[in-house]
């Protein structure tokens, strides 16, 4: 079964990222593979930290569900209860051109900054070989922000 999920997300891929290679930028998609490969035999997508940012519950004999339902938070179009394709889906929005994101919008690395975070650590990127973008609207929101500390309030259950 992981074979099929591992080529499902390959094929998924190419397809929806084929622009990488028509841009005569193979390396780019090579690299993308090489990723999601990595992520395949670290069984990243069983995860409980990739559980945790998607939002993921177990089903009983049915794989997990996402409580998320909006569409825009998933790359994937089964990602709501297919954690490989998701995170497959997840590494290739991130190779994203900038040139290609809609106006208004924000590129996969700045929408999904914990993803990406955590992705980093667990992979490593190359920065010479994946575009780090720039996410100007979060660190304006950060930088406004300036959180300090936490406080965290319980609440007697009645």
């Known amino acids: 079964m992981s ?3 591992l080529s499902f997300g390959l094929v998924f891929c190419f397809f929806l990222f084929s ?3 028509l841009a005569n930028n193979e390396e780019v998609a090579h690299y993308l593979i090489e990723l999601q490969q990595q992520a395949q035999q670290k069984k990243l997508a069983q995860a409980r930290v990739w559980h945790r940012l998607l939002k993921y519950n177990s089903q009983l004999f049915r794989g997990v ?3 998320a339902d909006g569409l825009d938070f ?3 179009p089964q990602g709501k209860t297919d954690s490989d394709a998701e995170l497959a889906a997840t590494l290739a929005s991130f190779f994203l051109p ?3 994101v809609p106006e208004g919008k924000e590129h996969p690395q ?3 900054p914990a993803r990406f975070k955590w992705l980093n650590q667990q992979l490593s990127f190359d920065p010479q070989r994946l575009d780090i973008q720039s996410c100007d609207r979060l660190d304006r929101w950060l930088g406004v922000l300036d959180p300090v500390g936490v ?3 319980l609440l007697p259950i009645l």
């Open 3 to 5: 074979y099929r999920i």
């Open 19 to 21: 622009h990488l290679a």
């Open 65 to 67: 569900i996402s409580e």
């Open 74 to 76: 998933f790359n994937a």
């Open 98 to 100: 900038l040139s290609e």
């Open 110 to 112: 700045c929408n999904f």
């Open 151 to 153: 406080t965290l309030v």
